[in-house]
């Protein structure tokens, strides 16, 4: 057989497969000491170890077995994997609106990389038409590359570009915008875009995916979907994340931009609207608000672009025993803003506050949010938070702590004032501050609960 029979494999590994005359792309049952799996054997990293084989197995998932444990390979078949998606050139409906979706990497536009083993963004204007034909019943789509990163890799750079490029799209005449994004830091690019974008006369509408497209569980496809139907069809002119509602495909969830949070690291249905309710639910068939609390679609091309951000503020989770020296190299290295998560109503220990006391003396503005997420920042009900307010510590009532971060850089890309910097913390732009969290507002049911079991039951599939 050829190398690339056997593409990545070396060692241990490699001498299975040639015993058993296997290579990859063949479709397999393999024995064990510890069972048996089905599957098709995949290419291995070019930087993987000798001594495991990578099966592919029925229902998506991908599993390294281990050389030294199998018994035996019965070759079934070969089924050779081509992950490149049919292009096709998108139709033109002139009844339909026009909807631009910018890409910015992700696993909503990525596919598996067999050299690495890894999902890695890939973004072509015909792609997402020849995965997810539904979306020509639509809209009239256009597609643009912006980025091609994974989301832990944006940054300013990217949101100030994508700001920019959603503000081109407004003024020429687009009736939604869609941005396809990694999941991990969606919140927080949604959360900027909500001040660096601002009085939008249509829906822009983040999406991602939480599987990819080679996984039979992907939701990559309903997300899609949902998030396009938003952008053509919502009447709601905001910054807002669509993702998976329930773990089912029931239906998807409209997130005002500045109260969403990414809550689980694999479940689909993984974004939750915190201290407040979703703005809607929306389905292949239609839209359903769920509060009147939003800003509504105009006919106008009127949007305030403003991408001035200062990159030197930092955030801050605080933990029992956490020392001075922490906010001590942010100050000696020049840091502007601090924004702390604290615990509670939002306390640090003691030993901080020598440090806190040079920010102030150094004029650098320190804000004070919530770990708990949930809940207000209450610093005047003990003495340490009254204490900390007079070392210049600033409560900033429920607003999230990734959405503080980037307000806070965003307020001081527009001025170093620190008066006009708390002026600017503390007008709500994007729904950033509620004057109240409604009660249904925080919902965190508890399994093995009998009542709560009773309520999944009737939802659970």
């Not at 890939?122 to 912006?146: H, M, Q, R, W």
């Not at 750079?157 to 799209?169: S, Y």
């Not at 305030?304 to 200062?310: C, G, R, W, Y």
Request: proline share 5%.
């Amino acid at each position: 057989m050829a190398n690339e029979s056997f593409k990545g494999y070396r060692g241990e590994a490699l001498e299975v497969l040639k015993s058993f005359d296997a290579q990859i792309w063949s479709d397999v049952e393999i024995r064990t000491d510890r069972g048996t799996y089905t599957g098709i054997i995949l290419p291995r990293s070019e930087t993987a170890d000798p001594h495991h084989i990578v099966l592919k197995l029925r229902v998506g998932y991908n599993i390294g077995i281990a050389a030294r444990r199998i018994r035996s390979i019965t070759i079934q078949g070969r089924k050779e994997a081509h992950y490149k998606i049919p292009e096709k050139e998108f139709p033109y409906d002139p009844k339909r609106p026009l909807v631009k979706l910018l890409g910015t990497g992700g696993t909503i536009a990525s596919r598996l990389d067999y050299r690495t083993g890894a999902v890695i963004p890939a973004f072509s204007p015909g792609e997402l038409y020849g995965s997810v034909p539904e979306l020509a019943d639509i809209c009239n789509l256009e597609t643009e590359k912006l980025y091609g990163v994974f989301s832990e890799n944006m940054a300013p750079e990217q949101w100030r570009g994508t700001a920019e490029a959603i503000g081109r799209e407004i003024r020429r005449g687009v009736q939604g915008i869609v941005i396809g994004h990694g999941t991990d830091t969606m919140h927080h690019t949604a959360a900027i875009l909500s001040f660096m974008v601002q009085n939008s006369p249509i829906p822009i509408v983040m999406v991602g995916s939480q599987r990819s497209s080679d996984r039979p569980s992907s939701d990559a496809a309903f997300n899609l979907m949902h998030s396009v139907k938003a952008a053509a069809e919502s009447d709601l002119a905001e910054i807002m994340v669509c993702m998976f509602g329930p773990t089912s495909d029931m239906y998807g969830l409209l997130h005002r931009g500045t109260r969403v949070r990414k809550m689980h690291s694999s479940y689909r249905s993984t974004f939750r609207t915190i201290g407040d309710i979703p703005l809607a639910m929306v389905s292949r068939e239609k839209i359903t608000p769920l509060t009147h609390d939003y800003k509504r679609r105009r006919s106008d091309r009127n949007v305030v672009i403003n991408t001035a951000f200062e990159e030197l503020v930092s955030i801050v989770y605080y933990y029992p025993n956490m020392r001075p020296d922490i906010i001590d190299s942010l100050i000696d290295n020049g840091y502007k803003g601090i924004v702390i998560a604290g615990t509670g109503l939002g306390h640090v220990n003691k030993p901080l506050y020598p440090a806190l006391r040079r920010a102030q003396e150094k004029n650098i503005a320190v804000y004070m949010t919530v770990q708990t997420l949930w809940g207000y920042v209450q610093m005047y009900v003990y003495d340490t938070g009254r204490d900390m307010m007079e070392l210049g510590v600033v409560p900033m009532a429920n607003m999230l702590p990734e959405v503080a971060y980037v307000k806070l850089g965003w307020a001081l890309g527009q001025t170093n004032d620190l008066a006009k910097v708390r002026e600017i913390m503390f007008t709500p732009i994007a729904g950033e501050i509620t004057e109240r969290e409604p009660s249904n507002g925080y919902l965190i049911f508890q399994g093995g609960i009998p009542e709560v079991e009773e309520f999944i039951s009737k939802y659970r599939k």
